[in-house]
C-alpha cells in the first residue's frame, strides 16, 4: 500500500504503510451533491470515533452529567419547567385523598433506571425489583388507597445502596433523612442519574484495554467509511503529507556527501522520516490555519499544548544562552541563578499562547 497521493516524483518506502483507498472518480467528473442523510451518518462516524479514540489516549476520561449553567437560557428554562414539575407533584400528594398519578409515572422511570443498572450476573436482585416495584400492584394499591409510598421509598434506596459507588454514600445517607414525598422522588431521581454516569464510566474503564487492542483497527475502518462516503474528506491530511514529502526530501540528513536539492536521483524516503516530519510541523502550525490535517484533528488540544511548551522551552533557552554570553562568568556561577532565572521566565511566559 502506498501512501495517499504523494509526490511521485519523490519516492516513499511503501513498507508497513497503512493506506486509505480513495474511491474512484473519473477526471471531469462534477462532485456528486452529499445528502443529507449522509451528513448527518457522517457526523455520527466521527462522534463514535472520537469518543473510542478518547477513551484510548486519555486513561482519565470521563463522562459527566450534562448540566447547564444555571445562568444560560437552557438553564433558567430547565428550572422553571422542573419547579413546575414538582410544585404539581407535592400539590397532588397533599390532596385527600392523595392523587398518584405523576409518582406512578415516577416509580416506573425509578424502575427502569435501578433494571438498567444491574448486570447480568444479578438475576435475584433483579427478581426482587421486579416483585417490589410491580407497576400493575401499585396501580392496585393506588386506586384502593393502600399505597406506602414510604416503604417503596425504603426498598429503593436500599437498592441504590446495593448497586452505588462508594463516592455515592453521602448521597444515599441524604436520601434516607428526607421524609416529604416529593423532595424524597426527585432526590431519587437525581442520585440515579449519577449513578447512571457511574455505571458508564465503570464500563468504559472495563473496555478500554480491549479497545487498546483493536484501536488502530478500529480508526482505519471509521476513516474508510467516511471516506468512501466523502471522498475529499482527508484533502488536508493528504496536503499536510504532501508538504511532509518534500520538507523531508529537502532536509539535510536526507542529502549524502555532494547532493544537492537539485540531485538528479533523491533518496528513498523512510515513512517513518515522513511521518516524523509530518508531526514536527504540527509543532510550528499557524494557529490561524484552518486546514489542519483530519486524522489528527481529534488530538489538536493536546498537539496544541505541546507546541506551547515547546516555545516556552525554546524561549527559556534562548535566554539563558545569551545570558550565558553575555554575563556567564559573573553570575552563572551563584548558586541557585540558574533555577531562579528560568522561574522568572515561566512566569513571565505563563498564559503569553493567549495573547
Known amino acids: 500500500m502506498k501512501m495517499p497521493n504523494l509526490n511521485n516524483e519523490l519516492p516513499v518506502s511503501d513498507d508497513e504503510v497503512p493506506g486509505l483507498r480513495v474511491p474512484h472518480s473519473p477526471r471531469g467528473t462534477p462532485p456528486r451533491q452529499t445528502s443529507l442523510a449522509e451528513v448527518m451518518e457522517t457526523a455520527r ?106 416503604r417503596v421509598a425504603g426498598f429503593v434506596i436500599g437498592t441504590m445502596a446495593t448497586l452505588c459507588a462508594p463516592v455515592r454514600d453521602d448521597e444515599i445517607r441524604g436520601l ?93 524516503l523512510s515513512p517513518s522520516a515522513v511521518l516524523d516530519q509530518a508531526y514536527l510541523s504540527l509543532l510550528r502550525w499557524d494557529p490561524d490555519c484552518q486546514l489542519y490535517p483530519e486524522t489528527v484533528q481529534m488530538d489538536r488540544s493536546r498537539l496544541d499544548e505541546l507546541k506551547r511548551c515547546v516555545d516556552v522551552l525554546t524561549l527559556m533557552a534562548s535566554v539563558l544562552l545569551v545570558t550565558s554570553n553575555q554575563c556567564g562568568g559573573a553570575v552563572f556561577p551563584l548558586p541557585g541563578f540558574v533555577g531562579k532565572l528560568k522561574q522568572v521566565i515561566a512566569a513571565l511566559l505563563e498564559g503569553s499562547h493567549h495573547r
Do not use: C
Open 45 to 150: 462516524s466521527l462522534s463514535n470515533l472520537s469518543i473510542a479514540h478518547e477513551i484510548v489516549v486519555n486513561r482519565d476520561f470521563r463522562f459527566k452529567q450534562n448540566s447547564p449553567t444555571p445562568d444560560s437560557l437552557e438553564g433558567r428554562v430547565k428550572e422553571i419547567v422542573h419547579r413546575a414539575f414538582w410544585d404539581s407533584l407535592e400539590a397532588q400528594l397533599a390532596h385527600s385523598p392523595p392523587d398518584y398519578s405523576h409518582a406512578i409515572k415516577l416509580l416506573q422511570e425509578i424502575k427502569e433506571t435501578l433494571l438498567s443498572l444491574l448486570l447480568p450476573a444479578h438475576s435475584r436482585l433483579r427478581s426482587r425489583i421486579e416483585e417490589a416495584l410491580d407497576m400493575d400492584l401499585i396501580r392496585q394499591q393506588t386506586e384502593h388507597g393502600a399505597l406506602d409510598l414510604p
Open 176 to 268: 434516607r433523612e428526607l421524609r416529604d414525598p416529593a423532595p424524597l422522588l426527585r432526590e431519587i431521581l437525581r442520585v440515579l442519574g449519577l449513578m447512571k454516569v457511574d455505571m458508564v464510566n465503570f464500563t468504559v474503564q472495563s473496555l478500554r484495554p480491549h479497545l487498546l487492542q483493536q484501536s488502530v483497527q478500529y480508526e482505519r475502518a471509521k476513516f474508510q467509511e467516511i471516506l468512501d462516503k466523502q471522498p475529499d474528506a482527508l484533502d488536508h491530511t493528504t496536503a499536510w503529507l504532501n508538504r511532509a514529502v518534500q520538507e523531508a526530501a529537502t532536509a539535510p540528513s536526507n542529502k549524502g556527501p555532494g547532493k544537492t536539492s537539485t540531485s538528479p536521483s533523491p533518496a528513498i
